[in-house]
């Protein structure tokens, strides 16, 4: 289906009205009042749940490589994972990660 850029930017408005408006129904309304405990303690598991569900498809079927199973991609979110667990640091599992993935690339190219 072809688009016109008309429309692919009313799209994209609707899109950011859209977003807007669900971030604000949760972060704007309630204000300065306290959120629920309950809500909070599901809160700082959201990265937990977005993080690997963005970055799984990545790892066991690549577009790189055709959807075929890539061993250094493999390694490399393995170790992001020990380093993650054993570190309690996103951050640190994250640069981990890159760091072995590109490593790898390098010297398997």
């Not at 009205?17 to 303690?41: E, K, N, Q």
């Not at 055709?66 to 991609?73: A, E, F, K, N, Y």
């Not at 493999?74 to 890159?98: D, F, P, Y």
């Amino acid at each position: 289906m072809n688009y016109t850029a008309t429309e692919i930017w009313l799209i994209i408005l609707a899109l950011g009205v859209g977003t807007f408006l669900v971030r604000f129904s949760f972060l704007g309304i309630p204000g300065d009042r306290a959120l629920p405990a309950w809500l909070l303690r599901h809160l700082r598991y959201t990265a937990v749940g977005i993080l690997p569900a963005m970055v799984t498809p990545l790892v066991l079927w690549p577009q790189a490589t055709g959807g075929q199973l890539d061993i250094s991609r493999i390694a490399a979110a393995s170790l992001a994972l020990a380093v993650g667990l054993w570190t309690r640091n996103a951050i640190w599992a994250i640069v981990a990660g890159m760091a072995s993935l590109w490593g790898l690339g390098w010297l398997l190219a």
